[in-house]
């Protein structure tokens, strides 16, 4: 297996394993009687344990080697997965879901480091596919987890075997990537790597577009239904077609990156999304409500895979980068479900996307971050000069 397919494989493992236990958060919460209210406290714990651990990626990644690191936290990962439906009590969900959480965001932070490395091998831009199969995977694990619901199958039994399998398909993946490249007198990262300033200005490029999908992942079926008189069915197109189109689009993404660089794909990627943003905000009807989300899902597909690309270039290693954009763009998709709830409850649903509307409108002007630059760790740039 060539380093590109196995650490496509990597991402495709991890989108899995969300899309896996997603399907059956149902299961665990009629098994011990959860209230929506103490769901809530526990699917909570994921985002708060990834935002505690992805800082300190790219240390472990320094002391054992990103490729050593990357095997070790996607197989962790994998594992993870049966935990939740095997606890007892509900007690017993809070701190799994901090260490299912803390080993989401470590090995997203590793994987994305190691994917800075393959395409600077490479010599070309490969980031967007991959996180194209990080959607495919998602999506397949989560067809087979509704079949296994709909089949009324335990989900312990469900997700125990999926993390067995996943597990070995981690360690088959883990011996084709590329061997670690890291100079032996690189300097230690940091223990908690707060980002840098160059950083933190790519990571604000990734905080408009991941704000923007978070708040249409969340909302958008929501939207439909209460802007537009959508049936739940007809609602739930929207969320499809958004994922679709962004899922998509990243499959294909590299093509245009390569061909009109990272700066002029995402300065235009931004000016759809804006243009989808402002179709949604004055829909009355479902159709060209959910046409709005597919462009806003084409527009901001390869904006995060390129601010990781770099971000990675920028620092002493990729690791530096990749952990300091990978805090500022998860506390953007923190933000955003709950920010568009509260100006959706006190202005209006379309006043909540006009806010998304103004974030996305910053992507053009940010675009300019993504220009390769001279850095140590980076001999010869991962991302094409964009023409913008």
Same mark, same amino acid.
């Given at each position: 297996?060539?380093?590109?397919?196995?650490?496509?494989?990597?991402?495709?493992?991890?989108?899995? @394993?969300?899309?896996?236990?997603?399907?059956?958060?149902?299961?665990? %919460?009629?098994?011990?009687?959860?209230?929506?209210?103490?769901?809530?406290?526990?699917?909570?714990?994921?985002?708060?344990?990834?935002?505690?651990?992805?800082?300190?990626?790219?240390?472990?990644?320094?002391?054992?080697?990103?490729?050593?690191?990357?095997?070790?936290?996607?197989?962790?990962?994998?594992? =993870?997965?049966?935990? #939740?439906?095997?606890? #007892?009590?509900?007690?017993?969900?809070? #701190?799994?879901?901090?260490?299912?959480?803390?080993?989401?965001?470590?090995?997203?932070?590793?994987?994305?480091?190691? $994917?800075?490395?393959?395409?600077?091998?490479?010599?070309?831009?490969?980031?967007?596919?991959?996180?194209?199969?990080?959607?495919?995977?998602?999506?397949?694990?989560?067809?087979?987890?509704?079949?296994?619901? %709909?089949?009324?199958?335990?989900?312990?039994?469900?997700?125990?075997?999926?993390?067995?399998?996943?597990?070995?398909?981690?360690?088959?993946?883990?011996?084709?990537?590329? $061997?670690?490249?890291?100079? $032996? =007198?690189?300097?230690?990262?940091?223990?908690?790597?707060?980002?840098?300033?160059?950083?933190?200005?790519?990571?604000?490029?990734?905080?408009?577009?991941?704000?923007?999908?978070?708040?249409?992942?969340?909302?958008?079926?929501?939207?439909?239904?209460?802007?537009?008189?959508?049936?739940?069915?007809?609602?739930?197109?929207?969320?499809?077609?958004?994922?679709?189109?962004?899922?998509?689009?990243?499959?294909?993404?590299?093509?245009?990156?390569?061909?009109?660089?990272?700066?002029?794909?995402?300065?235009?990627?931004?000016?759809?999304?804006?243009?989808?943003?402002?179709?949604?905000?004055?829909?009355?009807?479902?159709? #060209?409500? &959910?046409?709005?989300?597919?462009?806003?899902?084409?527009?901001?597909?390869?904006?995060?895979?390129?601010?990781?690309?770099?971000?990675?270039? &920028?620092?002493?290693?990729?690791?530096?980068? @990749?952990?300091?954009?990978?805090?500022?763009?998860?506390?953007?998709?923190?933000?955003?479900?709950?920010?568009?709830?509260?100006?959706?409850?006190?202005?209006?649903?379309?006043?909540?996307?006009?806010?998304?509307?103004?974030?996305?409108?910053?992507?053009?002007?940010?675009?300019?971050?993504?220009?390769?630059?001279?850095?140590?760790?980076?001999?010869?740039?991962?991302?094409?000069?964009?023409?913008?």
């Amino acid at each position: 297996m060539s380093p590109h397919r196995a650490i496509a494989a990597v991402f495709a493992l991890h989108g899995a @394993v969300a899309g896996s236990l997603a399907t059956r958060v149902p299961w665990i %919460q009629d098994h011990l009687g959860l209230s929506p209210a103490v769901l809530g406290f526990v699917l909570f714990c994921p985002s708060i344990g990834a935002f505690v651990g992805m800082p300190m990626a790219a240390r472990l990644a320094h002391r054992l080697g990103g490729t050593v690191a990357t095997r070790l936290l996607i197989a962790l990962w994998c594992a =993870g997965l049966a935990l #939740p439906a095997l606890m #007892p009590a509900p007690a017993w969900l809070f #701190p799994t879901f901090l260490l299912y959480g803390a080993a989401a965001g470590m090995s997203d932070v590793v994987m994305n480091s190691h $994917a800075v490395v393959v395409e600077r091998h490479l010599g070309r831009s490969i980031m967007s596919g991959l996180h194209g199969m990080w959607s495919v995977g998602s999506l397949v694990a989560a067809g087979a987890g509704t079949l296994a619901a %709909q089949a009324e199958i335990d989900a312990r039994l469900h997700l125990g075997v999926t993390a067995l399998v996943l597990v070995a398909l981690a360690a088959v993946a883990g011996r084709g990537l590329l $061997a670690d490249t890291t100079s $032996a =007198g690189a300097p230690a990262p940091r223990r908690f790597a707060l980002p840098s300033r160059a950083i933190a200005v790519v990571g604000l490029l990734g905080f408009c577009a991941t704000f923007a999908e978070g708040s249409s992942t969340n909302w958008s079926a929501l939207y439909l239904t209460e802007v537009t008189d959508a049936g739940p069915g007809v609602a739930a197109a929207g969320y499809t077609v958004f994922m679709f189109f962004m899922a998509g689009t990243r499959l294909i993404g590299d093509r245009f990156v390569r061909r009109f660089g990272a700066v002029a794909t995402v300065r235009a990627g931004g000016a759809v999304a804006v243009i989808g943003g402002v179709i949604v905000v004055a829909s009355r009807a479902p159709v #060209p409500g &959910i046409a709005g989300f597919a462009l806003l899902g084409l527009g901001i597909a390869v904006i995060v895979p390129l601010v990781f690309v770099t971000a990675g270039n &920028i620092g002493p290693t990729p690791g530096d980068g @990749v952990a300091g954009v990978a805090t500022i763009t998860y506390l953007s998709g923190l933000l955003a479900p709950a920010v568009t709830g509260w100006i959706a409850d006190g202005l209006s649903y379309p006043a909540a996307f006009g806010v998304i509307i103004g974030v996305i409108a910053l992507v053009p002007f940010l675009a300019v971050a993504l220009r390769p630059r001279a850095a140590a760790s980076a001999p010869e740039p991962a991302v094409p000069a964009g023409r913008g």
